[in-house]
């Protein structure tokens, strides 16, 4: 897989996927989901490339997208540092080991096939070369796939057999591995992950979930701050808000607002060219010095440090993901606009 992965076309010259984006320095930016897209929007530097997929139409209330990474053996050492998200499960194909870390925890090395639980702190990854490939797991994918509550798994990175026993996780390395083009990322995991979700079988639906998707509307949208809020919006009691947010989003509701409000901030205030514009700060942030308070619970910096970094990676897949999936990150993944069909 690793020899042919990052070929663009297909041996009949057409687009190498039919959802998604290829980037790199010769490859074709393509995708029946990103007409117009121009290939700067795109870019990496030499010997590494990104790209990112939609799941199939049925999938998507539980599957946020699909992305691969991939950096050839120049890059060894390669630092690179992400926002804080929701949950993810991510495959690493013929790579080196690698570790993560987030405030005072390091991971090393990362599983071969991995869960890394949903975050309130920027993860730093340093990688060695190799393939990773993902698919981010929304609050309604949590309900179900998994039996433990998100916050069982919060700011951690395990393997994806502790908290999803079985074979599932042998089965998504070697079906990933028997791929042989980056094209085929998105079928494979489409079939897979249709079957593990039970699809087909009405009945296993949480019954949580009309309130777990009302929830994750609210998290995406601008303007709710307040949990006796979002507690009426919802018609439930405060208490039942918390019980369902640490279940199946893995944080209390006011740590979840907080994360959205903060990072649709942060990327409005980060201008293109890594300078800080405040004055585009969300309007219920009292002053600077209270979005400064937030920089440093999610990020452990001022933005303006963190934005100086050399992040090759999160630079592209916040530009990728806006324009395939719709939203520039996972925590403000619109649920009703990105799915497709």
Do not use: C
């Not at 700067?40 to 699909?66: C, E, N, V």
């Not at 309130?211 to 949208?221: D, G, P, S, T």
């Not at 600077?288 to 992040?311: E, I, K, Q, Y």
């Amino acid at each position: 897989m690793a020899r042919v992965f990052g070929d663009s076309a297909s041996s009949d010259g057409t687009s190498a996927g039919d959802r998604g984006a290829v980037i790199g320095p010769t490859q074709i930016v393509g995708g029946t989901n990103s007409p117009g897209v121009v290939p700067a929007t795109f870019a990496m530097p030499p010997g590494m490339a990104i790209r990112y997929d939609q799941p199939a139409a049925d999938l998507a209330d539980y599957i946020t997208g699909y992305h691969v990474y991939s950096a050839d053996h120049r890059h060894v050492g390669q630092v690179d540092w992400f926002l804080p998200g929701t949950a993810n499960v991510r495959i690493a194909i013929d790579a080196a080991p690698f570790s993560v870390s987030m405030a005072r925890r390091t991971f090393d090395p990362v599983p071969e096939v991995s869960l890394f639980g949903p975050t309130s702190h920027a993860l730093k990854a340093t990688t060695n070369g190799g393939i990773l490939v993902g698919f981010g797991v929304s609050a309604l994918g949590w309900s179900r796939l998994f039996n433990p509550p998100a916050a069982t798994y919060r700011d951690r990175v395990v393997p994806l057999a502790t908290a999803l026993p079985g074979s599932f996780a042998l089965r998504l390395r070697d079906a990933l591995y028997r791929s042989d083009r980056e094209g085929q990322v998105a079928p494979v995991l489409d079939a897979l992950l249709r079957a593990q979700l039970g699809l087909m079988q009405r009945d296993v639906t949480h019954r949580d979930a009309p309130l777990i998707r009302q929830l994750m509307v609210m998290i995406a949208r601008e303007g709710t701050t307040e949990i006796a809020q979002a507690a009426a919006e919802l018609g439930i009691e405060p208490h039942a808000l918390r019980r369902l947010a640490v279940r199946h989003f893995g944080f209390p509701p006011k740590l979840l607002l907080r994360r959205a409000r903060f990072l649709r901030s942060f990327l409005q205030i980060a201008r293109t060219d890594k300078t800080i514009d405040y004055a585009r700060l969300d309007k219920s942030y009292f002053d600077v010095p209270h979005f400064l308070r937030d920089a440093n619970t999610f990020l452990g910096m001022t933005p303006r440090r963190f934005l100086s970094l050399n992040t090759p990676f999160l630079d592209a897949s916040l530009r990728a993901r806006a324009a395939v999936l719709g939203a520039a990150t996972q925590v403000l993944h619109d649920i009703g606009a990105a799915k497709p069909g």
